[in-house]
Nanobody, 124 residues
Framework: QAQLVESGGGLVQAGGSLRLSCAAS????????MGWFRQAPGKQRELVAI???????TYADFVKGRFTISRDNAKNTVYLQMNSLKPEDTAVYYC??????????????????WGKGTLVTVSS
């Protein structure tokens, strides 16, 4: 089954740090982009950071200088190191990946995968 599994969310005080991880299942391959989005209560989902297979990174303005995205291509895993967290960073963080998927003898190209989300709560 093709899936992305996130971990690392939790409760932290303002100014603290958390590290999120997201691993893609083995049936997902040729992953191009991997990234993180977030959705706060009552708000739309928004891009946090994204990284290509070649290592090019893009960040939302509101996390520049505080968050760092990285990726282990051999493990099909993406990380998000979050420092200097603020209460406004409180949200459910979702992992996203674009790639191909093998299932039942067939290959599905250019698929968009999402994790179930991990909650990050930053207290003031």
């Amino acid at each position: 089954q093709a899936q992305l599994v996130e971990s690392g969310g939790g409760l932290v005080q303002a100014g603290g740090s958390l590290r999120l991880s997201c691993a893609a299942s083995e049936s997902i391959f040729s992953i191009t982009h991997m990234g993180w989005f977030r959705q706060a209560p009552g708000k739309q989902r928004e891009l946090v950071a994204i990284i290509t297979s070649g290592g090019k990174m893009t960040y939302a303005d509101f996390v520049k200088g505080r968050f760092t995205i990285s990726r282990d291509n051999a493990k099909n895993t993406v990380y998000l190191q979050m420092n200097s967290l603020k209460p406004e960073d409180t949200a459910v963080y979702y992992c996203n990946a674009d790639g191909s998927h093998y299932s039942g003898g067939q290959i599905y190209y250019s698929q968009d995968f999402w994790g179930k989300g991990t909650l990050v709560t930053v207290s003031s």
